[in-house]
């Protein structure tokens, strides 16, 4: 167990809502940590923190298609944008691992520019890119750029906010107003992505699927969001395949 992460999700739970510790809770597993027990409420959606990694459902996800494929990321190469913490706390001693981000930080261990990559063709075996392109202008060279830099039979990963109503992706109109777009988008967003997100990622190269599991995995796990502030309820993500 990782008491110092315990101690703090448990503290942070209690300030956020403390009469979640009063209602009785399922067991839910973590594909990440393996830890089984309560889960920690994070603002509107109940339990959605493992205690023990920091994981989200959003990671979970992705540790369950890990655990289910037998990927290990030690001795890969791996470029991971903006690193979830679980991960960028397993992955750190990997000498081949690039934490990166706009700038350094905590969970960053190199600059990278996602619309100017500045590693080599067919480069890394993983990518993992979630909840960045809404953030960049130039989100299609981006795209390009992850798969320029990714080997041939490498995988990449991408999830972004999705509006499932939308068939197209909502670009704002010239002159829009930035506040305007964030009232629509959200936080610094720039766009949003609509049931066409796939499309474009498979207009660069790639080969797209989405990760899938049962409704008891969802359970067991807590891979969806539950409240009804939620874009999307759950973040799908796409598997790239180059
Ligand atoms: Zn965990």
Same mark, same amino acid.
């Not at 609509?194 to 067991?220: S, Y």
């Given at each position: 167990m990782n008491i110092s992460v315990f101690v703090q999700e448990y503290l942070r739970g209690a300030m956020r809502n403390p009469g979640q510790f009063l209602q009785p809770r399922a067991q839910r597993h973590c594909p990440i940590c393996e830890y089984a027990g309560r889960f920690i409420d994070v603002g509107p959606r109940p339990e959605a923190r493992c205690p023990n990694c920091s994981s989200k459902e959003r990671d979970r996800i992705m540790g369950l298609y890990f655990r289910r494929n037998a990927i290990d990321m030690m001795g890969q190469r791996v470029l991971h944008f903006s690193p979830e913490r679980p991960f960028f706390r397993q992955w750190k001693n990997n000498p081949a691992y690039i934490a990166g981000d706009v700038k350094i930080s905590k969970v960053a261990n190199t600059v990278v520019d996602i619309t100017n990559i500045q590693f080599k063709l067919d480069y890394f075996d993983y990518l993992i890119c979630h909840h960045i392109l809404e953030h960049v202008p130039e989100d299609v060279q981006g795209m390009r750029e992850c798969f320029r830099v990714l080997k041939p039979g490498g995988l990449a990963f991408f999830s972004v906010p999705l509006d499932m109503e939308r068939a197209h992706t909502w670009e704002p109109p010239a002159g829009m107003p930035a506040e305007e777009i964030e009232r629509i988008c959200g936080w610094d967003h720039v766009r949003l992505y609509?049931?066409?997100? %796939?499309?474009?990622?498979? %207009?660069?190269?790639?080969?797209?699927?989405?990760?899938?599991?049962?409704?008891?995995? %969802?359970?067991?796990?807590r891979l969806s969001e539950q409240h009804a502030l939620s874009l999307q309820g759950l973040d799908r993500i796409f598997i790239c395949k180059k």
């Open positions: 609509g049931r066409d997100f %796939a499309t474009k990622l498979e %207009a660069v190269g790639f080969h797209v699927e989405l990760i899938a599991f049962t409704p008891q995995e %969802a359970e067991q796990f």
